[in-house]
Nanobody
Framework: QVHVVESGGGLVQPGGSLRLSCVVS????????MTWYRQAAGEEREMVAV????????DYADSVKGRFTISRDNAKNTVYLQMNSLKPEDTAVYYC???????????WGQGTQVTVSS
């Protein structure tokens, strides 16, 4: 069975930082691109950041460029999202997705809540 588990969410003040982690088991992690999504209350889910299977390329939503950094440690089957200079509009449930591009297979985590508020 595949398990995708996010952690690291919580309450942080505007301008603060938070690092999310996503640990994946039950698949060959090195073969999967990893993506962070988020969904604010009452809004559609949006892509935040993506990293390729070997970590050679990354991409970010315009709203988080320069503030968020995605990285992965294939030895630990873990992908990270470092979030700096957080804004109230970053408040959302953050989800981790593992995707095998050629097959279209994907797996989602349960999400972790990030709340940015004073």
């Amino acid at each position: 069975q595949v398990h995708v588990v996010e952690s690291g969410g919580g309450l942080v003040q505007p301008g603060g930082s938070l690092r999310l982690s996503c640990v994946v088991s039950g698949l060959r992690f090195r073969n999967y691109a990893m993506t962070w999504y988020r969904q604010a209350a009452g809004e559609e889910r949006e892509m935040v950041a993506v990293i390729t299977s070997v970590g050679l390329s990354t991409d970010y939503a315009d709203s988080v460029k320069g503030r968020f950094t995605i990285s992965r440690d294939n030895a630990k089957n873990t992908v990270y999202l470092q979030m700096n200079s957080l804004k109230p509009e970053d408040t959302a449930v953050y989800y981790c997705k593992a995707e095998l591009a050629l097959s279209g297979t994907s797996y989602w985590g349960q999400g972790t809540q990030v709340t940015v508020s004073s």
